[in-house]
């Protein structure tokens, strides 16, 4: 009997480790509200019958339609670093009201709309990036921001976001042009972890005559008060700003053994003719 119970006991066991092991978590920022409104990021996103991607299709719609997030559902589903829950949603296509269920890494993460235009947010993919200095390749998200008028698509652009872990929380603001001229607008998309040591990324864009133009990334992080890197522009609007032209500035510190502050400080400037920028 002894035997019996060990082997039952070693089987329960190792299927809760398995259970365990294949449980996905969901990137936080692809968590949205219900009774909200939300955009379709993906040029194409399949609308099902049920929460399954195996699921029989019931239609398909286009970047920058409208819906009302209904209810999220418990199962979940992962595309390559990409892991999100779905969701139930309802629309308007032909005048008519319809239901259905989406995954939610077809969403924007964010979008704003602006003297006509709608700007949106979201991830576009994961590629296989290779780190030259340890020789090792690992998946990297790619955000886009795409610009539209109606369904129309007026600019692209992509960008990295790094790991999966900084994929916590996400904003997607837009700016005034910051006195940069020919600028109409300057968009801000951030994405961040919830957790000491994990990265932030600021992605800047500026919008000018039909294109997207993208600014260095920024990149913040720290652990505590061990450590910290921060980088942020100075525009000309700013304290301390110069025509035609933006800053930008990094500041880390670090404690050695003895709890002594090593700080360090940079900046570049880069000029801005009215149609593209270059390091000065």
């Known amino acids: 009997m002894k035997p019996l119970f060990t082997f039952l006991l070693v089987c329960i066991l190792q299927l809760f480790a398995a259970q365990q ?3 996905v978590y969901t990137n936080g920022i692809f968590d949205f509200e219900e009774n909200k409104t939300q955009k379709v990021f993906t040029d194409l996103a399949r609308i099902r019958n049920s929460p399954d991607p195996h699921s029989r299709i019931a239609d398909s ?5 409208q819906v009302v997030i209904l209810k999220k559902g418990n199962a979940i589903l992962k595309l390559g670093e990409r892991a ?3 969701y139930k949603i309802s629309y308007q296509k032909e005048s008519e009201t319809k239901e259905g269920y989406i995954w939610g890494g077809n969403l ?3 979008y704003r709309n602006k003297n006509g235009y709608d700007f949106l947010f979201g991830l ?8 030259k200095e340890f020789n090792q390749v690992y998946p990297q ?4 921001v795409k610009v539209l008028a ?3 698509l007026i600019d692209e652009m992509s960008f990295d976001t790094g790991s999966q872990e900084s994929l916590s929380y996400a904003t997607f603001t837009i700016e005034s042009n910051h006195q940069l001229k020919n600028v109409e607008c300057t968009l801000k998309a951030s994405v961040s972890g919830e957790a000491c040591g994990i990265a932030g990324y600021d992605q800047y864009i500026l919008f000018r005559n039909k294109k997207l133009i993208a600014l260095p990334q920024l990149m913040n992080v720290g652990d505590a008060d061990v450590y910290y890197h921060n980088e942020k522009f100075i525009f000309p609007n700013d304290k301390g700003g110069m025509p035609n032209a933006f800053m930008l500035k990094m500041e880390e510190m670090e404690k050695d053994d003895q709890e002594r502050e ?3 400080k940079s900046s570049k400037t880069y000029l801005w003719d009215g149609n593209a920028y270059k390091l000065k």
């Open 84 to 86: 999100a829950h779905w």
């Open 61 to 65: 719609l286009h970047t920058n339609q």
């Open 141 to 144: 998200n790619i955000a886009a």
């Open 21 to 23: 092991e294949e449980y």
């Open 262 to 264: 090593k700080k360090k």
């Open 124 to 131: 576009s993919k994961t590629i296989d990036r290779k780190d």
């Open 108 to 110: 924007a993460i964010g």
């Open 150 to 152: 109606g369904n129309q």
